[in-house]
């Protein structure tokens, strides 16, 4: 199967567990935070309301990671960008040592 047929069918499965969810969990319920109540709300509406309050919180709390992983995936491209220019300005073997200009093709030239 493609992968977009299996997607698809995860899709639609989650759906329906989601719609069923939602019929069996309909009765009313109070909420009560700090000095607020919430009277006759739907359970699953509760209970998605929860749900998208943590997604969110967690959204937030990554935010600081996720920059500072973008910072430093910029500085290691700044860091190959200036290697590659370097490489080009300068023959630099595999392991990173400088053969220089004055060595020619390096240690096993052919030239005397």
């Known amino acids: 199967m493609k992968s977009s047929t299996v997607a698809t069918v995860f899709i639609l499965a989650f ?3 989601l719609i069923v969810f939602t019929l069996q969990n309909t009765e009313s319920v109070t909420l009560r ?25 967690g959204a937030i709390i990554r935010v600081p990671k996720i920059r500072r992983i973008k910072r430093e995936l910029k500085e290691v491209r700044q860091e190959l960008e200036k290697l590659a220019t ?4 300068d023959d630099v073997t595999s392991e990173g040592i400088s ?14």
Not at 35 to 57: C, D, E, K, R, S
Not at 86 to 89: G, I, N, Q, T, V
């Open 99 to 112: 053969m220089g200009k004055q060595l020619g093709n390096g240690f096993f030239s052919d030239e005397e």
């Open 33 to 57: 935070f700090l000095v607020w109540q919430f009277t006759n709300i739907p359970l699953v509406l509760a209970l998605f309301g929860v749900f998208a309050a943590g997604v969110i919180g």
């Open 15 to 17: 759906a329906l567990v």
């Open 86 to 89: 370097a490489e080009k300005e």
